[in-house]
């Protein structure tokens, strides 16, 4: 009972719409409390709509309206050749079109999404793809415009993310379902090969050897669609590999698929018995399998994200006076554009005219916004926060500082990649032992009876294709892969979580990866101040709209009564007031007319802008009191993380920041000669390459957009986000922050995985040897082979998936 | 020849319908998304009525 009344208290309090805490009861309807204004209005629109099962299936579904879209934010989709690129389908009278809606969450946005055409009559059907967070809809473009669609999903709290690679084509790859259709069709051909085997297996005395003809040409025809088109891979990426002059798993494989192709036709149309088919199709089937298993993919989630996911796919021009909205392509050096509040700026730019408060959190990671005045260089990747501001467009939108890392990395995943892997590592001894073993059995049967000889050369071949070396590996990784994403680590795929088991250096970026994004903490240097003295500060403060005034205003407790007199607000410098006579100021040092050190300038200047100005300074009757250092907070689990990851593996850090931490942090590191300050996008991707050089295996964990450039060239980049949706740059792997303290665990759960693998190798190797005993002698039945090959396939299947499970389960995984 | 080979050839024809009807069903889009139809179908169309049942219980 106790636990039903504080239920019911917590009720009254929160928004009925959205679930946020509710500052008063002012905001009411129907008995319902809201937060804010906006939320209200959703909940009246869905309420006159009859869709009040919104709120029935889950409680406060809804996403907080306090921030509403700008008006004019979706100008730009009103632009004809814009819309033509971004819809699917359109033939003038309607329109298909397919968002993407991060937002959604639970089963009331499924609900609500595909009811929108209760809230507008000319939309015709919505249908969401609830796990890639799709939401497809068409509509009458005739009676409403893409761009009011798009608005009427932004105002019920849906504002679909439009980027500017939604422009450039949609390349949605149909690998996997080429997949399924063979898998379909190598399933159909294996159970059927069967059955039309089992009188073979029975030993069952066939009255007609007509009949027995009969089925093996049966046979025989089922077998044409599973070696053309189901092994056909097998045999092309054998190919190139060999030209390639390496051997790769598929080599043995091929030459295992072929010896049982030619060995079992020569059988049908010489002896009338079906052969060895029966096992190849096995055989088939279960490599498919594999394949199927390996390529778990997280749909949702965007591990090739490039600089063009996150920008705005168009841009307001300002041209002789008049504002214009031009895709973003077509932007060019000299324009001069306008960027609103909470608009991202796309090029490099000078400011031209208004108060730049740029917030860089998308590319450092930190979240206090930098101040610019007129004049100022501006790099691309910054959100303005604030009123809207003028900028001169310096460089294209592709030769930006930023989106310049990028054109380095187009050809990390080429061809010589697609080869690595441990099986394939084995598989050219194996293939020339397999060679050395079936040419020495022929060679001694020979001179005895040439038919012998001729059938041991080639069931060695068939027996010792690896099959079950070849299952093990995907059935292993893509176990760990899915143990993975259970737990909030998104791997790219298992090629990803072999190369994570041979890293012996591990580089950590500062802002947003050690520390928390967009927490901070605020601490006072210098003289204690008075409770008389807080509330003069805490008074001030309160005028101020800037985001360190708002912090220092959230971190000084009690009252903010007093009046404040001539009250000044310096952009980008600070403010001061008199209160009761006393002259207060709060600015940086600038404000204050104190020097810079030189170092500190080259920040500014040279790399991309962190905030340095992160310490405020107070006086009070131009008596300097100290200042607020305004820090970063260290995630909780920090310390053990890295203390445990060091004991294995080499650790450096390289923070965008200056030094003011680095006590802290060499102390956690354990050597100066760690820990680096001030390094730009660059220098980050340098020092990386730097490692490499040094045969380093290198794992780097980031977050920016600046850290972009060290996560591709490093040999595992793993990006950390509060969000998982949200952007993350272009990585192997994607960690969500809450598992940081997993990462340890991580690490270590893939070089078990490994281990797995070289266990179930032995398996497999002792179930090869097995056969070739019998095949070296000319005895390898077909039914001895169609008994061994599913055994050893299964049996290493169950093995990687048994023990990966329950070493998952140690470790705390499942 | 035998009834055999009939029925053969009858239950191939009969397994190469379901890998027809397989192969249809990967091509429509089935298992693009596994998830959202399994939400979607325990929506009640009538909505309203739901309601007021709902509030009958609760205010029992």
Request: charged fraction near 20%; glycine fraction near 6%; proline fraction near 3%.
């Given at each position: 009972?106790?636990?039903?009344?504080?239920?019911?208290?917590?009720?009254?309090?929160?928004?009925?719409?959205?679930?946020?805490?509710?500052?008063?009861?002012?905001?009411?309807?129907?008995?319902?409390?809201?937060?804010?204004?906006?939320?209200?209005?959703?909940?009246?629109?869905?309420?006159?709509?009859?869709?009040?099962?919104?709120?029935?299936?889950?409680?406060?579904?809804?996403?907080?309206?306090?921030?509403?879209?700008?008006?004019?934010?979706?100008?730009?989709?009103?632009?004809?050749?814009?819309?033509?690129?971004?819809?699917?389908?359109?033939?003038?009278?309607?329109?298909?079109?397919?968002?993407?809606?991060?937002?959604?969450?639970?089963?009331?946005?499924?609900?609500?999404?595909?009811?929108?055409?209760?809230?507008?009559?000319?939309?015709?059907?919505?249908?969401?793809?609830?796990?890639?967070?799709?939401?497809?809809?068409?509509?009458?473009?005739?009676?409403?415009?893409?761009?009011?669609?798009?608005?009427?999903?932004?105002?019920?709290?849906?504002?679909?993310?439009?980027?500017?690679?939604?422009?450039?084509?949609?390349?949605?790859?149909?690998?996997?379902?080429?997949?399924?259709?063979?898998?379909?069709?190598?399933?159909?051909?294996?159970?059927?090969?069967?059955?039309?085997?089992?009188?073979?297996?029975?030993?069952?005395?066939?009255?007609?050897?007509?009949?027995?003809?009969?089925?093996?040409?049966?046979?025989?025809?089922?077998?044409?669609?599973?070696?053309?088109?189901?092994?056909?891979?097998?045999?092309?990426?054998?190919?190139?590999?060999?030209?390639?002059?390496?051997?790769?798993?598929?080599?043995?494989?091929?030459?295992?698929?072929?010896?049982?192709?030619?060995?079992?036709?020569?059988?049908?149309?010489?002896?009338?018995?079906?052969?060895?088919?029966?096992?190849?199709?096995?055989?088939?089937?279960?490599?498919?399998?594999?394949?199927?298993?390996?390529?778990?993919?997280?749909?949702?989630?965007?591990?090739?994200?490039?600089?063009?996911?996150?920008?705005?796919?168009?841009?307001?021009?300002?041209?002789?006076?008049?504002?214009?909205?031009?895709?973003?392509?077509?932007?060019?050096?000299?324009?001069?554009?306008?960027?609103?509040?909470?608009?991202?700026i796309?090029?490099d730019?000078?400011?031209?005219?208004?108060?730049g408060?740029i917030d860089y959190?998308?590319v450092t990671?930190e979240?206090a916004p930098v101040s610019k005045?007129?004049?100022e260089m501006i790099y691309a990747g910054g959100?303005?926060?604030?009123?809207?501001?003028?900028?001169?467009?310096?460089?294209?939108?592709?030769?930006?500082y930023?989106?310049?890392?990028?054109?380095?990395?187009?050809?990390?995943?080429?061809?010589?990649?697609?080869?690595?892997?441990?099986?394939?590592?084995?598989?050219?001894?194996?293939?020339?032992?397999?060679?050395?073993?079936?040419?020495?059995?022929?060679?001694?049967?020979?001179?005895?009876?040439?038919?012998?000889?001729?059938?041991?050369?080639?069931?060695?071949?068939?027996?010792?294709?690896?099959?079950?070396?070849?299952?093990?590996?995907?059935?292993?990784?893509?176990?760990?892969?899915?143990?993975?994403?259970?737990?909030?680590?998104?791997?790219?795929?298992?090629?990803?979580?072999?190369?994570?088991?041979?890293?012996?250096?591990?580089?950590?970026?500062?802002?947003?990866?050690?520390?928390?994004?967009?927490?901070?903490?605020?601490?006072?240097?210098?003289?204690?101040?008075?409770?008389?003295?807080?509330?003069?500060?805490?008074?001030?403060?309160?005028?101020?709209?800037?985001?360190?005034?708002?912090?220092?205003?959230?971190?000084?407790?009690?009252?903010?009564?007093?009046?404040?007199?001539?009250?000044?607000?310096?952009?980008?410098?600070?403010?001061?007031?008199?209160?009761?006579?006393?002259?207060?100021?709060?600015?940086?040092?600038?404000?204050?007319?104190?020097?810079?050190?030189?170092?500190?300038?080259?920040t500014i200047y040279e790399t991309i802008p962190v905030p340095v100005s992160?310490?405020?300074?107070?006086?009070?009757?131009?008596?300097?009191?100290?200042?607020?250092?305004?820090?970063?907070?260290?995630?909780?689990?920090?310390?053990?993380?890295?203390?445990?990851?060091?004991?294995?593996?080499?650790?450096?850090?390289?923070?965008g920041?200056?030094?003011?931490?680095?006590?802290?942090?060499?102390?956690?590191?354990?050597?100066?000669?760690?820990?680096?300050?001030?390094?730009s996008?660059?220098?980050?991707?340098?020092?990386?390459?730097?490692?490499?050089?040094?045969?380093?295996?290198?794992?780097?964990?980031?977050?920016?957009?600046n850290?972009?450039?060290?996560?591709?060239?490093?040999?595992?980049?793993?990006?950390?986000?509060?969000?998982?949706?949200?952007?993350?740059?272009?990585?192997?792997?994607?960690?969500?922050?809450?598992?940081?303290?997993?990462?340890?665990?991580?690490?270590?759960?893939?070089?078990?995985?490994?281990?797995?693998?070289?266990?179930?190798?032995?398996?497999?190797?002792?179930?090869?040897?097995?056969?070739?005993?019998?095949?070296?002698?000319?005895?390898?039945?077909?039914?001895?082979?169609?008994?061994?090959?599913?055994?050893?396939?299964?049996?290493?299947?169950?093995?990687?998936?048994?023990?990966?499970?329950?070493?998952?389960?140690?470790?705390?995984?499942? | 020849?035998?009834?055999?080979?009939?029925?053969?050839?009858?239950?191939?024809?009969?397994?190469?319908?379901?890998?027809?009807?397989?192969?249809?069903?990967?091509?429509?889009?089935?298992?693009?998304?596994?998830?959202?139809?399994?939400?979607?179908?325990?929506?009640?169309?009538?909505?309203?009525?739901?309601?007021?049942?709902?509030?009958?219980?609760?205010?029992?």
């Amino acid at each position: 009972m106790a636990i039903k009344e504080v239920v019911f208290q917590d009720r009254e309090l929160v928004c009925y719409h959205c679930g946020d805490t509710c500052p008063s009861d002012s905001i009411s309807k129907d008995d319902k409390v809201f937060c804010c204004e906006g939320c209200k209005v959703v909940y009246e629109i869905l309420n006159e709509k009859n869709l009040c099962t919104y709120y029935k299936l889950n409680e406060s579904p809804g996403k907080t309206q306090k921030t509403l879209p700008l008006k004019n934010k979706y100008e730009y989709l009103d632009d004809e050749g814009l819309n033509g690129k971004l819809l699917d389908f359109s033939d003038g009278k309607i329109s298909t079109i397919t968002f993407f809606i991060p937002q959604m969450h639970c089963s009331s946005c499924i609900w609500l999404l595909e009811n929108l055409f209760k809230i507008h009559p000319e939309i015709m059907q919505s249908r969401v793809n609830f796990v890639e967070k799709k939401l497809s809809v068409s509509f009458h473009s005739t009676k409403i415009s893409l761009r009011q669609v798009v608005e009427l999903l932004a105002f019920i709290g849906y504002e679909p993310q439009i980027s500017f690679e939604d422009v450039e084509k949609k390349s949605k790859d149909y690998v996997n379902k080429k997949l399924y259709y063979k898998v379909g069709v190598a399933g159909f051909g294996f159970g059927n090969i069967m059955l039309l085997s089992f009188p073979e297996y029975l030993s069952i005395d066939v009255s007609s050897e007509s009949l027995r003809t009969t089925f093996s040409y049966v046979i025989f025809l089922i077998s044409l669609p599973l070696f053309f088109y189901c092994g056909s891979e097998y045999f092309i990426s054998a190919f190139k590999g060999l030209r390639k002059k390496f051997v790769n798993i598929d080599v043995p494989l091929s030459l295992g698929i072929l010896a049982f192709f030619g060995k079992s036709s020569y059988e049908i149309f010489a002896h009338g018995s079906p052969g060895y088919m029966d096992s190849l199709a096995g055989l088939i089937f279960f490599l498919l399998l594999g394949k199927i298993f390996q390529n778990k993919t997280y749909d949702v989630l965007n591990f090739e994200r490039n600089y063009k996911s996150f920008f705005p796919i168009s841009i307001t021009v300002k041209k002789s006076g008049d504002e214009k909205t031009i895709p973003l392509s077509q932007l060019k050096i000299g324009e001069r554009i306008v960027v609103r509040n909470g608009e991202l700026i796309p090029a490099d730019a000078i400011l031209f005219s208004g108060e730049g408060n740029i917030d860089y959190s998308f590319v450092t990671g930190e979240s206090a916004p930098v101040s610019k005045v007129v004049g100022e260089m501006i790099y691309a990747g910054g959100r303005q926060m604030g009123s809207s501001i003028e900028l001169e467009v310096l460089k294209e939108v592709s030769q930006s500082y930023l989106t310049q890392l990028w054109n380095n990395f187009q050809a990390k995943d080429g061809v010589e990649f697609s080869f690595t892997g441990i099986a394939n590592s084995l598989s050219k001894y194996f293939t020339f032992a397999i060679l050395f073993i079936a040419s020495t059995a022929f060679l001694y049967w020979i001179r005895i009876d040439a038919n012998i000889a001729i059938t041991a050369f080639i069931t060695v071949l068939i027996i010792a294709c690896p099959c079950a070396l070849a299952m093990s590996t995907p059935f292993t990784l893509g176990n760990t892969l899915r143990i993975f994403g259970k737990n909030d680590f998104y791997v790219k795929n298992i090629r990803v979580l072999e190369d994570i088991a041979k890293i012996d250096t591990i580089v950590w970026d500062k802002t947003g990866t050690i520390t928390k994004a967009g927490e901070t903490e605020i601490e006072f240097v210098g003289d204690a101040l008075s409770t008389e003295e807080n509330t003069l500060v805490k008074s001030l403060v309160r005028n101020s709209n800037h985001p360190l005034s708002k912090k220092i205003f959230a971190a000084i407790e009690g009252p903010s009564i007093l009046k404040v007199e001539n009250f000044i607000e310096i952009v980008g410098q600070g403010i001061q007031g008199e209160i009761a006579g006393r002259e207060i100021k709060i600015g940086g040092e600038s404000f204050f007319k104190l020097n810079k050190t030189k170092e500190d300038q080259e920040t500014i200047y040279e790399t991309i802008p962190v905030p340095v100005s992160s310490e405020v300074y107070l006086s009070i009757n131009d008596v300097v009191k100290g200042k607020y250092k305004i820090q970063n907070k260290y995630r909780d689990e920090t310390d053990s993380v890295i203390k445990q990851t060091q004991k294995k593996y080499d650790s450096y850090l390289l923070s965008g920041d200056n030094e003011t931490e680095k006590n802290y942090l060499v102390k956690l590191f354990g050597n100066e000669e760690k820990v680096f300050f001030r390094q730009s996008p660059l220098g980050k991707l340098n020092f990386i390459k730097k490692l490499q050089s040094e045969k380093k295996k290198v794992l780097m964990l980031g977050d920016g957009l600046n850290d972009a450039g060290a996560l591709a060239q490093s040999n595992v980049g793993i990006s950390i986000s509060e969000d998982i949706l949200n952007f993350t740059p272009a990585s192997d792997a994607i960690l969500n922050a809450k598992m940081f303290k997993n990462l340890p665990t991580f690490l270590n759960f893939t070089t078990i995985s490994l281990k797995i693998i070289y266990a179930s190798f032995c398996i497999s190797i002792l179930y090869n040897l097995l056969g070739l005993y019998f095949a070296v002698q000319g005895l390898l039945s077909p039914l001895l082979s169609a008994i061994l090959m599913p055994i050893s396939s299964i049996s290493v299947v169950v093995f990687t998936t048994i023990t990966t499970t329950f070493f998952a389960k140690r470790k705390g995984l499942l | 020849m035998s009834v055999i080979v009939v029925l053969i050839l009858f239950s191939i024809m009969v397994a190469g319908g379901f890998l027809a009807a397989f192969i249809w069903a990967v091509k429509s889009g089935q298992y693009d998304d596994k998830y959202t139809p399994s939400v979607r179908m325990l929506f009640d169309d009538k909505e309203q009525t739901i309601l007021n049942e709902k509030t009958n219980k609760t205010n029992s």
